[in-house]
């Protein structure tokens, strides 16, 4: 049944194929307002099935198939055979009709079990089902879901058999619940969920079961074109093409189905931009069907686009589809297209000449979509004739009715890409800003950044006023996407001059955007110079003199001038309509007027001559004009000639009173006539509109203020001054509640008036303005109030006058204001450092240089008073040198007030009368200055005291350093004897280490010393121990060659008769243990090197005495040297074991006497055991000899038991025990 399915890939892809078919739509559009162009939307109209109520009506056939069916009590199988070769001929209702009889037939007799075969026909009427629902048309929400709750119904009822039957769920019931799931979300009923999810997750499984499946591979594709993956969608389409579709059908269902398929594949190619492989598909669909309407239109409508000249074949496919069928919507409203472009070709409007009486294109238009519109049994028909009369109704002006079809043209297809810019069109056409914004940035989510939208995004960020920020975002984006645009670089730069005036503090990109736009109007082509305006030039000449760059900005309007005259003559075509010749002439004069200021205004040379020439020839050709008058009469203003330029004003008048009386009351108020300027000012605000109602108000009340502060007012009438300030303050605040002026000017009245907590928190309010960023007036007034209020607060006051610094560097007042805050805290240094700065900027100020002498003066007195209150004890030195500085302040000041003193004298009196009128108290300032002769003695007198004071520091300095010198001679004898404690007690701990040491080492010696050990009873103590022979040879000789040795000389504490026994038991144990001998042999041999160790501290040394006889002599060898112990024999190879030192009384006698030569018995000592080492090998083998042969010559001796026993007490046992 994948025929069923098809219809609904092209149903569900046909509204973005259209749209993807004209991407330059935009660009048409933005040139009338009104011209864009899209294809159809709709579906394949005529080629589905139209099922009204859902109500299939079974055919005679299909009755008699039924019944047939029934009396045969046929299988499932033959039931759906019966109903698939229906299908096949197009017979969908009697389909169904089977379809339906054969599940209740399975379903609803108690005496049948559905089958595997049942279930497969429930899941094929659940997907007829669907394929009717996604076929038909007219049919209501209602409708739609009481079929949707019947497929539902069915597919829950299969899928419980299902489970009963034990069986895995096949691919029928995965391809059917999937088509559900699409059904659900194309028609946006019942919903549960991403449906659209959960139909991919179902074809999914059923690709895993069986990937070949054709309905899977469909279902797969829609879900794929849904997600708008238009790449893998073409390649499942092509499976299910190469699977499924019949070779060549010539009619019936399946070439329906075929077309469809090929028309999804064209759907596709579209998509991915492949418009010549989409061309070869809609011609393959033309080929089997020359009479589809639709593919014919979408040919025609493709050639147009892909053709050079933008007509190729469209005219011959169009006409082909006419002859078709000329009453198919989809051929009405092509045909409505084209005629809206005949209409666009001819006169504005689209009206013919009436005279031939022909109707219009765009009344033909009309009539054709209204056809279409009745016709159409579509939606998205519907929405795209909604479309095409929107844009009809657009193209001639009438909004409010586009703005109703293209409304409902989006409700149906919100993806309508071209329908959905001319509504944002036509809503900002009527004002509708907010609404255009919101439309517009969904589109640039849904279609990426279009130029062409984000043109219209930054024109309704601009419009709104309050979007700067934006508008400057998207602008940027937008010459992003177009460096070359000029119209897209003008919009930047308004954008940037709308955020600056909102936000002073944004950067300022306006002078670099337009100089990006005049290196292109230079290295551009015809085009672009064509689209330069006199305007640009303007605004780039005034942006480059505000930047500094008089140059540059005459370049700029001397080119603006240029090309507005050849416009003017009508070179280049010349302008189109009285407008715009009257906008040339207003640029063009413009020009001249910013051209004659920068002449005025040029850097520290201006060119007044030229400026002046400049306002008087504008003045003779547009005496209207007043700027040029005003301009005059500040010139003559300037040079002195008052009733000239009052004369300037006055004329000016006429055409700009508010500004003229303003200018006139300036001139008043800087000659001092303050009566006539506020005469002047009043009429000013008599004269003002709405626009100039604020700025004149203001002006008044500073004024008035002004006055108020004079010294020339007298007290009582300073009140009444101030309340009238504060009144105009007051209506300019409710005119403009905005105002940062007035409320400035308010919280000034209050702070005059002794109200400073009031003008306190105003100053604080207007700082937080916007526009006050650069103006320091405000940080003035609030420093002044921080000042006076006095304590910590004129610190923050100090903190606000270097702000008000910074923005306005070179204005004396801020930095007397600056160093008058530092003198009320006492920072005389500051302070003075703040005027001697000023000082080099103003060295002819002579105010300035009399603040700074004060100050001087100040710091001086301020010193020496602090010093005379001191009473030094310490630091004298500190003392002298702030008395020196003193000094030298004191000397200072009194130089600078001879030196205002003798300027004052030496001025006439009417500059002192400038200077007092400037300073604002002239009283004050006339008295200060006569009494600088005054403070020049005052100076010289603290100077004396200070002299005074340093004498006084300098004689204590002299009797400090008297004292310090006498203090010296009794510390350097009291470090001596220190010196000589800390020697001897140091001596002495060194002695008593010494002793302590030296103690130590005789206990150390006191251990060593081996005092009366009894060697005779130690040796016959061990003399019982028993020693084992070395080897089993050497022991039989010794018992052959002594038959009758006692026992204890042998093993120990063996019996006299069992002795030889207990020897050869001694040879097998030997014998038996000679594997555990070598894991003792290293634990022995420690033994015996501490054994060595021991005998060698004992000091045991032979006999030296000659006199002795030669046994005594070899006996004691044998005791030196273990290794001839060991050995058991003399240097001659004789046996001298046995031999009994102990009982010698002369070698204990002789070890008494020589025991104190320890050194020498040492040597001698190693000497023999070096010698008995050399010969140790010889006598060995000797004594083997000796001991095989058994000369009974040689008998054992009594003493050499005792011998061997002191030998082990001594050097220890030997290494073999």
Sequence with gaps: LCVMHSSESREANQDMAASRLEPSVIS?????????????????????????????????????????????????????????ARYTEGHVEECRHIFEAAVDFDTKSPLRTVSADGIVNMYLLAELYISCIVSSQNVSRADVEQLLGKTKRLLDQAEALDSSWGSIVGVEAYVAKGFFAITRHVTRCSCEGDELKRAEILFDAALKLDSGSPRA????????????????????????????????????????????????????????????????????????????????????????????????????????????????????????????????????????????????????????????????KSSKVAAEVHYQLGRLEH??????????????????????????????????????????????????????????????????????????????????????KEKDDMEAWAMRAEAHDQLCAQQPSAPKMGVEVYEHMAALLENGDGDKRASA?????????????????????????????????????????????????????????????????????EGDEPNYMQATQDYMAINEEHNWYADSLLQLGAQWQRMGEADIAVQRYQEAMKQSPVLATLMQAELHRNQGEYTKALQSAELAVSCAGEKQFHYAHVYLGNLYFEVACTASTRHGDREAYLHKALRNFTKALEHKKDSHYAANGIGMVFAHRGKLDFARRTFQSVMQHHAMGGDPSVFVNLGHTYLQSGGDNARKAIALYERAKRLRPHDLKVRLYLAKAHFRLKEFDRCIGVLGDATQIWPDDLLLRYNLAISLEKFGAHLVSEEKRTQRVVGVDNGMQQMNHAVQLLNSAARLFDYVYNQWMGMTDEERKQMMEASGSSDDINDEMLSASAHQRYCS????????????????????ERRMQENAGFEEEEQKQMQAQQQLATSRQEQLVEDIDRAKDLEEKAKQI??????????????????????????????????????????GELGPD?????????????????????????????????????????????????????SLEDGMDDVASPAQSDQGQDRNGQATQEQDVAAEPGMEESRQEKKHDKKHKKDKKAKKHKKSRKHGGADSENEVASADDGDPSDPPEQGDADNKAMEEELFGPDGDE
């Design 395 to 480: 193209a001639q002006g009438r909004y409010p009715s586009a703005y109703a079809h293209y409304q409902k043209c989006c409700e149906v297809l919100p993806d309508h890409f071209a329908c959905a810019y001319c509504l944002a069109q036509s809503r900002i056409q009527q004002h509708k800003f907010s609404e255009a914004i919101t439309g517009l940035e969904a589109m640039r989510r849904c279609q990426g950044d279009l130029p062409e939208v984000l043109k219209l995004l930054t024109f309704a960020y601009l419009m709104c006023g309050d979007r700067a920020a934006d508008a400057v975002k998207c602008a940027d984006h937008l010459v992003a």
């Design 1058 to 1110: 069992d002795g030889a026994d207990d020897v050869m038991a001694d040879e097998r144990r030997d014998k038996k243990h000679k594997k555990d001998k070598k894991s003792r042999k290293d634990a022995d041999a420690k033994k015996d090197k501490k054994r060595h160790k021991k005998s060698k501290k004992r000091g045991r040394d032979d006999d030296n005495n000659e006199d002795d006889d030669k």
């Design 28 to 84: 048409r559009a933005s040139a009338d307002c009104a011209t864009a162009q899209d294809v159809d939307h709709s579906p394949r109209e005529g080629m589905k099935a139209n099922v009204s109520d859902h109500r299939i009506v079974a055919s005679a056939a299909s009755d008699r198939v039924i019944h047939r069916l029934r009396d045969e009590d046929a299988p499932p199988t033959e039931w759906r055979r019966e109903a698939l």
């Design 941 to 960: 007198d603290i100077q004396n005291k200070a002299q005074e004071e340093l004498v006084l520091l300098q004689a204590k300095r002299a009797d400090i």
């Design 217 to 376: 591979l469909l279902g797969k594709a829609i879900v794929l074109t849904q997600h708008k993956e238009w790449a893998k969608a073409l390649g499942h389409f092509r499976q299910v093409l190469k699977r499924a579709a019949p070779p060549a059908p010539r009619s019936g269902l399946r070439l329906q189905t075929l077309k469809h398929l090929r028309f999804a594949i064209a759907t596709c190619f579209c998509d991915l931009g492949r418009y010549e492989q989409m061309r070869n598909a809609l011609g393959s669909v033309v080929s089997a069907d020359p009479g589809d309407v639709e593919s014919l239109c979408a040919l025609a409508h493709l050639e147009a686009k892909v053709s050079k000249d933008g007509i190729g074949k469209s005219l011959e496919y169009l006409d082909e589809a006419v002859k078709a069928n000329q009453q198919h919507p989809v051929v009405l409203c092509q045909l409505a297209n084209h005629a809206f472009y005949c209409g666009l070709e001819q006169s504005p409007g689209g009206h013919s000449n009436e005279n031939n009486g022909d109707s219009s294109p765009w009344e033909l238009a009309t009539d054709l979509l209204q056809k279409a519109l009745a016709a159409t």
């Design 533 to 601: 305006s006199p305007q640009m030039w303007n605004n780039l000449g005034t942006l480059r003199g505000l930047q500094g760059d008089p140059h540059g900005a005459k370049e700029a309007y001397s080119k603006g001038l240029e090309l507005a005259e050849r416009l003017l003559v009508g070179d280049g075509g010349g302008p189109s309509s009285l407008e715009e010749v009257k906008d040339l002439h207003i640029a063009r004069l413009t020009m001249r007027f910013n051209r004659a200021w920068l002449a005025e205004n």
């Design 1010 to 1051: 081996d005092l009366g050990k009894n060697l005779e009873a130690r040796t016959f103590k061990t003399a019982a121990k028993p020693r084992e022979l070395k080897d089993k040879k050497g022991a039989k000789a010794k018992l052959q060659a002594n038959g009758e040795l006692e026992a204890s000389q042998v093993v």
